[in-house]
């Protein structure tokens, strides 16, 4: 089977095919210079990718439509501002007249991450941090294995901290959660878990929360440390050691913060997905 590390240099080594793609087939591509597109088998189904400058990918999507639209991907995750460049007769041809779109980023760090103004935070040692009236206390991180207590912990903590989170309790590709505790033995306040995308694969974070009664106190930032301590520990199948994540485009507060403690911005999409039927 062909994998995405059978494309040219140096695409064979881009972040988020390393990261979530490393595993799928690969049944075609085009890649020059600037740009590479390329049709996938894989957790998500048949989709084709598009990474590079937008108006090369554009372009390759333009030369290579009717090889592309053969494969019938069903979504097309493309560098932001590509998919307007195309012509809309082969944007038909590709993704069919009805469609449904949405703009994420996906950022990640091969570094552990950096606190402002505060310790280095390890996954299983205490730092001090303001409670929000003057004083300090001491704030654990700590590590859960997922199984029924830890889901329930969580999908307490999650109620509160982010009802409309994508990725629950019980997914089974959850490897972990990090959590801060409102006090010994109590409630969680703060939580990001992490799974593997495909066998093997670095550690991809999900569905951080904080309490809004305990915000502005840099539990995200906490547990965000913790969790990619740990992922950094790993040695994935395919690539180094490295952990990332997945945001909606507007979600503007969320990219700062990641950027701020070190999160690099990778890649700007936008996917399209091809109506049923």
């Given at each position: 089977?062909?994998?995405?590390?059978?494309?040219?240099?140096?695409?064979?080594?881009?972040?988020?095919?390393?990261?979530?793609?490393?595993?799928?087939?690969?049944?075609?591509?085009?890649?020059?210079?600037?740009?590479?597109?390329?049709?996938?088998?894989?957790?998500?189904?048949?989709?084709?990718?598009?990474?590079?400058r937008p108006e090369a990918v554009a372009r390759?999507?333009?030369?290579?439509?009717?090889?592309?639209?053969?494969?019938?991907?069903?979504?097309?995750?493309?560098?932001?501002?590509?998919?307007?460049?195309?012509?809309?007769?082969?944007?038909?041809?590709?993704?069919?007249?009805?469609?449904?779109?949405?703009?994420?980023?996906?950022?990640?760090?091969?570094?552990?991450?950096?606190?402002?103004?505060?310790?280095?935070?390890?996954?299983?040692?205490?730092?001090?941090?303001?409670?929000?009236?003057?004083?300090?206390?001491?704030?654990?991180?700590?590590?859960?294995?997922?199984?029924?207590?830890?889901?329930?912990?969580?999908?307490?903590?999650?109620?509160?901290?982010?009802?409309?989170?994508?990725?629950?309790?019980?997914?089974?590709?959850?490897?972990?959660?990090?959590?801060?505790?409102?006090?010994?033995?109590?409630?969680?306040?703060?939580?990001?878990?992490?799974?593997?995308?495909?066998?093997?694969?670095?550690?991809?974070?999900?569905?951080?929360?904080?309490?809004?009664?305990?915000r502005g106190r840099g539990l995200a930032g906490?547990?965000?440390?913790?969790?990619?301590?740990?992922?950094?520990?790993?040695?994935?199948?395919?690539?180094?050691?490295?952990?990332?994540?997945?945001?909606?485009?507007?979600?503007?507060?969320?990219?700062?913060?990641?950027?701020?403690?070190?999160?690099?911005?990778?890649?700007?999409?936008?996917?399209?997905r091809r109506a049923p039927g």
């Open positions: 089977m062909r994998t995405v590390g059978s494309l040219p240099t140096p695409w064979d080594a881009d972040p988020y095919l390393v990261g979530e793609r490393a595993d799928d087939e690969l049944h075609t591509h085009a890649c020059d210079d600037e740009a590479c597109v390329l049709v996938l088998d894989g957790h998500p189904g048949r989709s084709l990718v598009g990474i590079g390759l999507l333009t030369q290579s439509a009717a090889a592309f639209a053969a494969l019938a991907p069903q979504t097309l995750t493309l560098a932001r501002g590509a998919w307007e460049l195309v012509d809309g007769e082969v944007r038909d041809q590709l993704a069919g007249p009805s469609t449904t779109t949405s703009e994420w980023d996906w950022m990640s760090t091969r570094t552990p991450l950096v606190q402002p103004d505060a310790p280095v935070v390890l996954p299983d040692g205490p730092v001090v941090l303001p409670d929000g009236a003057g004083a300090s206390r001491e704030v654990m991180v700590e590590r859960f294995t997922p199984g029924p207590e830890t889901d329930a912990l969580v999908t307490d903590c999650l109620d509160r901290a982010h009802p409309i989170a994508s990725t629950l309790p019980g997914d089974p590709r959850l490897t972990g959660w990090w959590g801060v505790r409102e006090s010994e033995d109590g409630a969680l306040v703060a939580t990001v878990g992490a799974l593997d995308i495909y066998p093997g694969a670095p550690a991809h974070l999900v569905s951080l929360g904080v309490d809004p009664a305990h906490l547990v965000l440390a913790a969790a990619v301590d740990d992922g950094l520990r790993r040695t994935p199948r395919v690539g180094g050691p490295m952990v990332h994540l997945g945001l909606y485009a507007a979600n503007d507060r969320a990219r700062r913060v990641y950027q701020r403690l070190g999160f690099s911005l990778d890649h700007q999409f936008m996917s399209v």
